[in-house]
């Protein structure tokens, strides 16, 4: 009986994500992955920094907790783009993958894929 596959659990959720969504990009056809990419980028990118600033805006009370809560959220909100860029890459890279070659990669190119889109991700953000 073979070994089961073990995998590092850690509390970051982006990783995590990142991570999800690289197996899953290397296992779509080339539209899948595309297809992925862009709703991907286009959610973490676009969507939710509109919709945080929605909320801020929506919200009129002002307190010195919620403005200082505000600032330090406004600060960070790149880092939900930085994701929205990395994912987009991840889509991209397999879309182009899965066109010229149908074969799947193994754990160690996926975490090589993992790797790659968000060291990109750090020169394109």
Same mark, same amino acid.
């Given at each position: 009986?073979?070994?089961?596959? #073990?995998?590092?659990?850690?509390?970051?959720?982006?990783?995590?994500? =990142?991570?999800?969504?690289?197996?899953?990009?290397?296992?779509?056809?080339?539209?899948?992955?595309?297809?992925?990419?862009?709703?991907?980028?286009?959610?973490?990118?676009? =969507?939710? $920094?509109?919709? =945080?600033?929605?909320?801020? +805006?929506?919200?009129?009370?002002?307190? $010195?907790?919620? +403005?200082?809560?505000?600032?330090?959220?406004?600060?960070?909100?790149?880092?939900?783009?930085?994701?929205? =860029?990395?994912?987009?890459?991840?889509?991209?890279?397999?879309?182009?993958?899965? #066109?010229?070659?149908?074969?799947?990669?193994?754990?160690?190119?996926?975490?090589?894929?993992?790797?790659?889109?968000?060291?990109?991700?750090?020169?394109?953000?």
């Amino acid at each position: 009986m073979g070994r089961r596959y #073990y995998r590092r659990r850690s509390s970051n959720a982006a990783g995590a994500l =990142i991570r999800d969504a690289v197996e899953v990009g290397n296992r779509l056809p080339w539209w899948g992955a595309a297809l992925m990419g862009v709703v991907m980028f286009s959610f973490f990118y676009w =969507i939710v $920094p509109a919709w =945080i600033h929605h909320q801020w +805006d929506s919200n009129p009370s002002r307190s $010195p907790l919620g +403005d200082l809560v505000r600032q330090v959220f406004e600060r960070r909100l790149h880092w939900v783009q930085y994701l929205g =860029i990395v994912l987009g890459l991840i889509g991209a890279f397999f879309a182009i993958k899965n #066109y010229f070659w149908a074969e799947r990669l193994s754990r160690h190119g996926e975490h090589g894929v993992g790797f790659l889109s968000r060291l990109l991700g750090r020169f394109l953000d």
